[in-house]
T-cell receptor, first 112, second 111 residues
Framework: DAGITQSPRYKITETGRQVTLMCHQT?????MFWYRQDLGHGLRLIYY???????DKGEVPDGYVVSRSKTENFPLTLESATRSQTSVYFC???????????FGQGTRLTVV | TQLLEQSPQFLSIQEGENLTVYCNSS?????LQWYRQEPGEGPVLLVT?????EVKKLKRLTFQFGDARKDSSLHITAAQPGDTGLYLC???????????FGDGTTLTVKP
């Protein structure tokens, strides 16, 4: 299916466990992003990537790791999950700088 | 970190009323985008404004980009219950292609 897909949609994990959230886009967009959205806040940028093998920190990168070995995939890993990382995570992609960013449906992560 | 301040944070109005949402920054962005987000979904783009002073209209929605390219507004005329949702402004940075989002305005339009 064309578009941008995230998996899983819902995840419950325990404190201290490693969790990986997946993101896949079919447009070959250069730019990909991970955001988290908490109640009362907009979207805060965790990491972004301008191309395969190029990643950079966003506003709230601590506790997260990303990789981008292929253009279409941009997984986000929580190395040792904490309760403060309970949130809704959105992946997005865009082709060029001022064009539309397309968002996935989000992953609701709960850390207990 | 470039910041975007949106106001108001919450807005509850009756059907047929007009409203304006503001998005302000101390920084200049390559462009300003407005998104709308429904519960349980990702944001969806409404409009992109690029040129200082630019005004774009989308049916009952009017978007304006400030002359200095640091602020924007969204005006809705004769609001309808279907306009209910979270409205987010986002500044796109020149070289990085990344967007900084405001905290959003939650709009409720009552029938």
């Amino acid at each position: 299916d064309a578009g941008i897909t995230q998996s899983p949609r819902y995840k419950i994990t325990e404190t201290g466990r490693q969790v990986t959230l997946m993101c896949h886009q079919t447009w070959s967009h250069s730019y990909m992003f991970w955001y988290r959205q908490d109640l009362g806040h907009g979207l805060r940028l965790i990491y972004y990537s301008a191309a395969a093998d190029i990643t950079d920190k966003g506003e709230v990168p601590d506790g997260y790791v990303v990789s981008r070995s292929k253009t279409e995939n941009f997984p986000l890993t929580l190395e040792s999950a904490t309760r403060s990382q309970t949130s809704v995570y959105f992946c997005a992609s865009r082709g060029q700088v001022n064009t539309e960013a397309f968002f996935g449906q989000g992953t609701r992560l709960t850390v207990v | 970190t470039q910041l975007l301040e949106q106001s108001p944070q919450f807005l509850s109005i009756q059907e047929g009323e007009n409203l304006t949402v503001y998005c302000n920054s101390s920084s200049v962005f390559s462009s300003l985008q407005w998104y709308r987000q429904e519960p349980g979904e990702g944001p969806v783009l409404l409009v992109t404004v690029v040129t200082g002073g630019e005004v774009k209209k989308l049916k009952r929605l009017t978007f304006q980009f400030g002359d200095a390219r640091k602020d924007s507004s969204l005006h809705i005329t004769a609001a309808q219950p279907g306009d209910t949702g979270l409205y987010l402004c986002a500044g796109v940075e020149w070289n990085a292609g990344k967007s900084t989002f405001g905290d959003g305005t939650t709009l409720t339009v009552k029938p």
